[in-house]
């Protein structure tokens, strides 16, 4: 069973950057497609972010520029960059993978953003 673990989050002030990590274990190859998700205090979660094995990204519309996923297949993590820290950009942060046609994710990490 494939497990993701997020880490990276923290409280920053606006405009600063951040790198999200999504540590998998035991291996990533297992995984095909991953993502982001976040989910804001009284809001429902949202999509963020997806990339594929072969590093074929996509972005919500509310992230594009600001945010980059990637992948690193040899240290079996999953990142997310984010640039330009917003307050809106608070939330819990969860990285999810398909595997074995079935989403598994991660507990989160809280990313709070000081104006």
Known sequence: Q???VE???GL???GESLRLSCAASP???SIN???WHRQAPGKQREYVAM???????TYDDSVKGRFTISRDNAK????LQIHSLKPEDSAVYYCGGLHNDRW?????TQVIVSS
């Open 2 to 4: 494939v497990q993701l």
């Open 7 to 9: 880490s990276g989050g």
């Open 12 to 14: 920053v002030q606006a």
């Open 27 to 29: 291996s990533i190859f």
């Open 33 to 35: 497609t991953m993502a």
């Open 51 to 57: 990339i594929t094995s072969g590093a074929l990204t």
């Open 76 to 79: 079996n993590t999953m990142y």
């Open 104 to 108: 598994v994710w991660g507990q989160g």
